[in-house]
C-alpha cells in the first residue's frame, strides 16, 4: 500500500501537466504499479473514488476488460463510475 | 481568480516571460486535445477504447494520428499561425526523435493562444513558443492547422450535441 501510494504520488508529481494519457501511462511509476499485478486493482479503484484520473490504461491491462460503454468513453465522471461498478459487482471496492 | 498559475510556470519557464493568464481552475473532465476541438466534457485520447477519438480517425500516439483527428472535424494544415480572418487555428507540438504528439492549442479571436496543461488549469498564452522551452516537455511545434469559424463540419456537431454547457470545476488539490 505504501509502495502503491508513493507511486502515484510520483506519478501524479511528474506527469499531471502531460496532455497525451499514453504518455502518461508509460511513466516508470505508473508501469510500476501495473507490475504489482492484480494486487494494485483494488488500490487503483479506491484510488479513483477519491480523484478520478488517467487509471482506464492500468486497469484494461490488468484485467483485459472494459466496462465502459463506448458512448461514455472520454467522459471522466461515466468511466470511473462504470469502473468503480465492475469492482463493487465483483467485491473488489466497497 | 488568479491570473496566475505557479505549478504551470515551474514547469514551463519560457511563459512568464512570453506572457500568459490562468483562464480557469484545474479539472481532469478534459484535456488539451479536447480543449482545442472545443469539447470540454471529455478527454480525447488518441484510442476509443480508452477515451474519445473521432469516428473514422487514425488512432495512436503518432502525430499523424492527431493531424487525422482535426481534420475529422474540419481542420486542414496550413503554413502558420498568423492570425487570419474567418479561420480558427489550432497548434501541434511533438516530441521529435519519436513523432509523438504531445499537445494542442487553439488560437482565440484576439490572435492569442489558449491552452488546457494536462489535468491541470487553461491558460490563455501571447505565443505558441510560450510551451516550448528548456524542459520541453511539450517537445516541439509541429504546425499549424485551420478551419473556417463560420461552417463547422456535421461531425461537430454530433460531438457537441451530446455536451452540456461547460461549468468549471475545482479540482480537488493533491
Same mark, same amino acid.
Given at each position: 500500500?505504501?509502495?502503491?501510494?508513493?507511486?502515484?504520488?510520483?506519478?501524479?508529481?511528474?506527469?499531471?501537466?502531460?496532455?497525451?494519457?499514453?504518455?502518461?501511462?508509460?511513466?516508470?511509476?505508473?508501469?510500476?504499479?501495473?507490475?504489482?499485478?492484480?494486487?494494485?486493482?483494488?488500490?487503483?479503484?479506491?484510488?479513483?473514488?477519491?480523484?478520478?484520473?488517467?487509471?482506464?490504461?492500468?486497469?484494461?491491462?490488468?484485467?483485459?476488460?472494459?466496462?465502459?460503454?463506448?458512448?461514455?468513453?472520454?467522459?471522466?465522471?461515466?468511466?470511473?463510475?462504470?469502473?468503480?461498478?465492475?469492482?463493487?459487482?465483483?467485491?473488489?471496492?466497497? | 481568480?488568479?491570473?496566475?498559475?505557479?505549478?504551470?510556470?515551474?514547469?514551463?519557464?519560457?511563459?512568464?516571460?512570453?506572457?500568459?493568464?490562468?483562464?480557469?481552475?484545474?479539472?481532469?473532465?478534459?484535456?488539451?486535445?479536447?480543449?482545442? @476541438? +472545443?469539447?470540454? &466534457?471529455?478527454?480525447?485520447?488518441?484510442? /476509443?477504447?480508452?477515451?474519445? %477519438?473521432?469516428?473514422? $480517425? #487514425?488512432?495512436?500516439?503518432?502525430?499523424?494520428?492527431?493531424?487525422?483527428?482535426?481534420?475529422?472535424?474540419?481542420?486542414?494544415?496550413?503554413?502558420?499561425?498568423?492570425?487570419? @480572418? +474567418?479561420?480558427? &487555428?489550432?497548434?501541434?507540438?511533438?516530441? /521529435?526523435?519519436?513523432?509523438? %504528439?504531445?499537445?494542442? $492549442? #487553439?488560437?482565440?479571436?484576439?490572435?492569442?493562444?489558449?491552452?488546457?496543461?494536462?489535468?491541470?488549469?487553461?491558460?490563455?498564452?501571447?505565443?505558441?513558443?510560450?510551451?516550448?522551452?528548456?524542459?520541453?516537455?511539450?517537445?516541439?511545434?509541429?504546425?499549424?492547422?485551420?478551419?473556417?469559424?463560420?461552417?463547422?463540419?456535421?461531425?461537430?456537431?454530433?460531438?457537441?450535441?451530446?455536451?452540456?454547457?461547460?461549468?468549471?470545476?475545482?479540482?480537488?488539490?493533491?
Amino acid at each position: 500500500m505504501e509502495q502503491f501510494k508513493k507511486h502515484v504520488e510520483a506519478w501524479k508529481a511528474e506527469t499531471s501537466h502531460w496532455s497525451n494519457a499514453a504518455h502518461r501511462a508509460e511513466h516508470r511509476s505508473y508501469q510500476a504499479i501495473i507490475a504489482m499485478g492484480a494486487l494494485a486493482i483494488p488500490l487503483i479503484l479506491g484510488e479513483m473514488k477519491d480523484e478520478p484520473d488517467d487509471w482506464f490504461w492500468a486497469l484494461h491491462e490488468l484485467t483485459k476488460v472494459n466496462p465502459v460503454p463506448p458512448e461514455n468513453r472520454g467522459f471522466m465522471q461515466r468511466m470511473t463510475k462504470a469502473w468503480l461498478k465492475w469492482g463493487r459487482d465483483r467485491g473488489i471496492v466497497s | 481568480m488568479s491570473s496566475r498559475a505557479p505549478s504551470i510556470e515551474k514547469i514551463f519557464g519560457n511563459l512568464s516571460k512570453v506572457g500568459y493568464q490562468k483562464s480557469s481552475e484545474a479539472t481532469t473532465d478534459y484535456n488539451c486535445i479536447a480543449f482545442a @476541438a +472545443g469539447d470540454v &466534457k471529455r478527454k480525447w485520447v488518441g484510442y /476509443r477504447s480508452l477515451g474519445f %477519438w473521432p469516428p473514422g $480517425a #487514425k488512432e495512436g500516439k503518432h502525430i499523424s494520428a492527431l493531424i487525422d483527428a482535426f481534420a475529422k472535424i474540419g481542420y486542414e494544415v496550413c503554413g502558420n499561425g498568423e492570425s487570419e @480572418a +474567418g479561420f480558427e &487555428k489550432v497548434v501541434l507540438y511533438f516530441e /521529435r526523435d519519436k513523432q509523438e %504528439w504531445t499537445h494542442a $492549442a #487553439k488560437q482565440l479571436p484576439n490572435g492569442k493562444w489558449t491552452s488546457k496543461i494536462g489535468n491541470l488549469e487553461d491558460i490563455v498564452h501571447d505565443s505558441p513558443n510560450a510551451l516550448v522551452g528548456p524542459d520541453r516537455d511539450y517537445g516541439d511545434i509541429y504546425g499549424f492547422m485551420k478551419r473556417s469559424r463560420s461552417a463547422p463540419p456535421p461531425i461537430l456537431h454530433s460531438i457537441r450535441r451530446d455536451i452540456k454547457p461547460h461549468r468549471r470545476k475545482h479540482k480537488k488539490q493533491s
